[in-house]
C-alpha cells in the first residue's frame, strides 16, 4: 500500500484529503485512483505528481515504481502571490 | 489638460499639503503613450520630482512625493481592473516603492475625474483630504481619527465617497505601514508611514464621472471573452477561486519553496496545518473578490465572531512555518490585526522571525522564539504603537541587523523584506529578490517561481535563460499593472494544456527548451516593437482592451516595451538616489549555505545570475541602464 495525499484541483476532484491504496507503479496507480472514483485515466495523470518528495518527471514519470510505505502527492500547477 | 484618448479621465492633480495648495499636474497623451498608466505613470511623475535633487531623499522629509495613480482600464468595467498605484520613496529601502491595491479608491478616483492625485509637502494638522470633481479639494481636520484602526477610520469618515486610509502603524511611522482601500491594502514598500509623516490620515474622492470607451462594441465583446478564459483556465477559474493564494501552500512545500525557520529550510512537517486546503475546508466562511473581478480568490474567514479578508499565501508561510507556527487560526486573527493596525504582513513576519533567530543566537533578547505564539499578537500591537520592542521591530529587519548583527540572516534586499518563497529552491526567484527595483519583492522580481516550480517544472537550479525571462515576465507584469489590472490576470498567459496537463508531452517540452530560449527571447526584447500583433488565443487580451478602451493604437510589442520602458525608468529613479549593484544582492544565508545538504546545486548563484540579467537588461556590468537604451526607450528627458 502507498499513501497519497490531494491536494488543490485533486482535492476538488476525488473529494478525499488521503488514501491508501495498492499499486506497482505510478501508472497501475492513476489506473486504481481512475477506478475508485470512476474518472477517466487521462484525468488521473493530469496532475503534478510527487513520489516520497521527488516529481516523476525527474524519476520514471509513470513508470516510476512503487513501493509499500511510499508517500505521494498530487498537486495541481498554481500561480498567485 | 484634457485628453484625446478615451478610458483616462484626463486631469491629474497636484497638492501641496504644505501651502494647502491645489493645481493641475501636466500630463500630456504623449507621456500616456509611452508611460500607459498606474506605476509606469507613477514612476515619471516621481522621477521629475527627483531628478533635479542631488543624492538621497528622506523618505519622511515633507520633499517625499506620493502618487496615486490609476490605469486606462480602471473603473471601464474589464475584468479584475480595480487595481491602482501608490508610489513615493520608500522608508524601508530610500528607494522607489510602488504598492498595488485592489481597493475601490482607485475606481472613485477616476469617478471623481482625477486619472491620478499627486502629493507633496506636510500638512500643519492631522489632516483628510475630500477630493471632488473641477480640482474642488477640502482639507480636513483629522484629530477625531487619529489613533483609529483603518477599519473604524473608514467607517468614521462622514463623507460617502471611496476611501483610502492609514492605521495607527502609519500614524507612527512604522517603516512597513500600508494604506487600505475597503478590506484590501497597498501594502508593501511602506507608503503607509510616509502618509504618516504628512500628517495624512487619508482621502476620500466623491463624484459620478464615467470614463467613456473608445469601441464600445469591441470592447464588450473583448471582455466577455476575457472573462470567460479566467473563468475556465484552471489557475484563475479553479484553484484561486477554491483556495485563494493559498493553494500554493502544499506544491511550495512540495518543491522545498516554503521559508521555514527563518529562510533556514523549504519545507515544514506540519504544512498541511496551514495549507489553502485546510483553510478552505474548515475556516472558509465565502470567497470574495475586488471590485469586477470574476476570479474572487479573497478568503473571507471568521476572526471573533466578525468575517473578514483572511491571509495569502505569504501571510500563512510567514506566520507559519516561518516561525514554526502550524496554528491556522492564530495566523486569521493576526493578519486581520496586522489589516487593522495597517501593516505590510510580509515584512512584519520576516522582521519577527529574524528577531527570533536573533534570541536565538543570544544576539538580542527579546522574548520572541520560534514556535511560541502567545506573545504574537501583542508584539504586532506594540509595533503599530512603537511600544517597548516594538519600537525596534517597527525599524524593519535591516535597521535591527544594523543594531544587533546577523545581517547574514536578515532576510531582506535593499531594506525590503522577502516574501514567503525559500529561493534556493528556486534560484531565477532569488535572482528576482536581488534585481527587483523595490526591494525583496517576489513579484517585481519577475516572479520566476511560477516557471520554477509552481505551475511549470522548468529546472529550478540552473542558471540558463532566468536572466532574460525574468527581464521578460518583469516588463510584461509591468505593462499589465500599469494598463489597471490585476496580475493574476497575467496567469491566464499559460496556455491550458500546461497548466492543465503538467506530465503531457507539450508541458515536457516547454520545461525543458524554455531555459534555453534566451537568444530568442532577448531578440524579442531588443526588437520588441516589431511585434505589433495581439497575442493569439486570449493569452493577453489586455492589449486589445487598452486599445478598444482607448483608441491608442496597441499591441503586444508596445506593451512589453512600456513594460520595459516603465522599469527602467524605476531602476533610474534608484539609480538616481545611489542604488549600485552591491545593492542587488541577497542575504549570505541563502548564497552560501546549500538548503540540502546532499544538493551542491540548492543555493542561489547570485553572480552568475546577476551578470546574465545586465545582459539581458542591457544595462552596463555595473547594472545601470546605458545612455544607448535610454535613449532607445525615450526615457532621455
Known sequence: MVNVKFFGIARLKFKEKEIQIEAGTVKELCQAIADRYSVPFKDVKQFLIYVNGVNIVDLKTFRTPLKDGDNLMFLSPSSGG | MATKFKGYVGKVLKIDLTKKEVTEYPFSDEERELFLGG????????????????GKLDPFSPENIIAITSGPLNACGAPCSSRFNTSTISPLTGYYTSSNCGGNFGMGMKRAGYDAIVIVGKADEHTYLVIKPDMKVEFKNADALWGKKTGESQELIPEKGDKFVIGPAGENLVRYACVVSNERAAGRGGVGAVFGSKNLKGLV???HVAPQIYDKAKYDKNNVKWTKRLTTHPTTGKQLPNFGTAALVAPMQAKHLLSTNNYRSGQFDKFDDISGETLTESYLKYNSNCTSCPIRCARMVDVEGKVVKGPEVETLGLFGPNILNNNMQAILDWNNLM????????????????????????????GLQFGKIDNIA??????????????????????????????EFAMNVKGMELAAYEPRGAVGQGLGYAIANRGGCHINGGYLVVLEGLGLSVNPYTTHGKGVLAAMFQDLMEAISAGGN????????????????????????????????????????????????????????????????????????KFLRIGERGYNLERLIDVKLGVTTADDTLPARLTTELQIATNPKSKVPLDKLKKKYYKARFWSKDGKPTKKLIKRLKLDF
Not at chain 2, 506605476?39 to 542631488?54: G, P, R, S
Not at chain 2, 521591530?393 to 535597521?399: F, T, V
Open chain 2, 39 to 54: 506605476k509606469i505613470m507613477a514612476a515619471k511623475i516621481v522621477y521629475d520630482h527627483i531628478k533635479n535633487m542631488d
Open chain 2, 205 to 207: 474622492v466623491e463624484g
Open chain 2, 339 to 366: 489589516d487593522e493596525y495597517g501593516m505590510d504582513t510580509i515584512s512584519c513576519g520576516n522582521t519577527l522571525s529574524f528577531a527570533m533567530e536573533l534570541n536565538e543566537k543570544g544576539m538580542w533578547d527579546n
Open chain 2, 378 to 407: 501583542e508584539t504586532i500591537e506594540s509595533i503599530a504603537l512603537r511600544q517597548g520592542i516594538g519600537n525596534e521591530l517597527a525599524e524593519g529587519s535591516k535597521r535591527l541587523s544594523d543594531k544587533f548583527g546577523g545581517k
Open chain 2, 486 to 557: 490585476c496580475l493574476f490576470t497575467s496567469y491566464a498567459f499559460f496556455p491550458y494544456f500546461l497548466m492543465g496537463n503538467p506530465n503531457g508531452l507539450m508541458t515536457k517540452i516547454v520545461n525543458k527548451v524554455m531555459t534555453e530560449l534566451g537568444l530568442a527571447i532577448k531578440a524579442i526584447l531588443r526588437f520588441a516593437p516589431v511585434l505589433a500583433i495581439h497575442m493569439p488565443f486570449g493569452m493577453l487580451p489586455h492589449t486589445k482592451a487598452i486599445q478598444y478602451a482607448t483608441g491608442m493604437k496597441m499591441n503586444f510589442g
